[in-house]
């Protein structure tokens, strides 16, 4: 959502689909933090860290298995596929210039230190 040219495409009905389910993670997220049921501590950290994990793996099979029987022109779920290029800001100058492993490595990694940057921040305005 931020950078709206990474995911807005010439299908309307895309476009709405992650205009939504971007805006209800993020409206999600701060609704869990505002109602003070869940504990913000490492142990939950690290339980985020491992649903990014699954649900990465899942988008990487996902971009491996729609290449594989070329069913879209370019189908790159969570900008991860191996096939096409990153369009994240700063990752798709580091991209061109690794071994996959270590982009990949280093995606999961920048996400998850974003979110935990994040956190922090929401829990020193608190």
Same mark, same amino acid.
């Given at each position: 959502?931020?950078?709206?040219?990474?995911?807005?495409?010439?299908?309307?009905?895309?476009?709405?689909?992650?205009?939504?389910?971007?805006?209800?993670?993020?409206?999600?997220?701060?609704?869990?933090?505002?109602?003070?049921?869940?504990?913000? /501590?490492?142990?939950?950290?690290?339980?985020?860290?491992? *649903? #990014? +994990?699954? &649900?990465?793996?899942?988008? !990487?099979? =996902?971009?491996?298995?729609?290449?594989?029987?070329?069913?879209?022109?370019?189908?790159?779920?969570?900008?991860?596929?191996?096939?096409?290029?990153?369009?994240?800001?700063?990752? /798709?100058?580091?991209?061109?210039?690794?071994?996959?492993? *270590? #982009? +990949?490595? &280093?995606?999961?990694?920048? !996400?998850? =230190?974003?979110?935990?940057?994040?956190?922090?921040?929401?829990?020193?305005?608190?």
């Amino acid at each position: 959502m931020i950078v709206p040219s990474g995911v807005l495409t010439r299908a309307i009905g895309t476009n709405i689909q992650t205009m939504y389910h971007h805006g209800a993670m993020v409206v999600t997220g701060v609704m869990v933090y505002a109602c003070g049921k869940i504990k913000f /501590d490492k142990k939950t950290m690290l339980n985020t860290m491992y *649903v #990014f +994990l699954a &649900l990465s793996a899942i988008a !990487f099979s =996902a971009n491996l298995i729609f290449y594989a029987f070329n069913t879209v022109d370019t189908f790159n779920m969570f900008y991860i596929s191996p096939y096409y290029g990153t369009v994240i800001p700063i990752l /798709d100058i580091i991209q061109p210039n690794v071994p996959y492993i *270590v #982009f +990949l490595m &280093l995606y999961v990694l920048g !996400f998850t =230190a974003i979110a935990y940057i994040v956190l922090q921040f929401w829990k020193y305005l608190k």
